[in-house]
């Protein structure tokens, strides 16, 4: 088993920045990958970027440029560095975690509000 605990969001103006954060604790010697969803107001969940053991990244095409996904392997904590930030990009943001390239990981989220 894999827990995850996201910080880091709140309310922001548009083009400002944030840095969440998502420390996971458990079974973290055989995570795979790790990564943060959103979900805005009545949307489908959505990944925004992902980061595995090798050190890929994926991004969606709406924060690349804007989005950085990193990770303290040492401390089993991802971060995601969002900068100039939309009004758009408002949503619960959800850290993921996959485990042995097969089991998922989900934490309880925190929510991002980019006012205009």
């Known amino acids: 088993q894999v827990q995850l605990v996201e910080s880091g969001g709140g309310l922001v103006q548009a083009g400002g920045s944030l840095r969440l954060s998502c420390a996971a604790s458990?079974?973290?010697?055989?995570?795979?990958?790790m990564g943060w969803y959103r979900q805005g107001l009545g949307k489908q969940r959505e990944s925004v970027a992902t980061?595995?053991?090798?050190?890929?990244?994926n991004y969606a095409d709406s924060v690349k440029g804007r989005f950085t996904i990193s990770r303290d392997k040492a401390n089993n904590t991802v971060f995601l560095q969002m900068n100039s930030l939309k009004p758009e990009d408002t949503a619960v943001y959800y850290c993921h975690a996959q485990r042995a390239f097969y089991f998922n990981y989900w934490g309880q989220g925190t929510t991002v509000t980019v006012s205009s």
């Open positions: 980061l595995d053991n090798g050190g890929r990244t």
């Open positions: 458990g079974s973290t010697s055989s995570i795979t990958a």
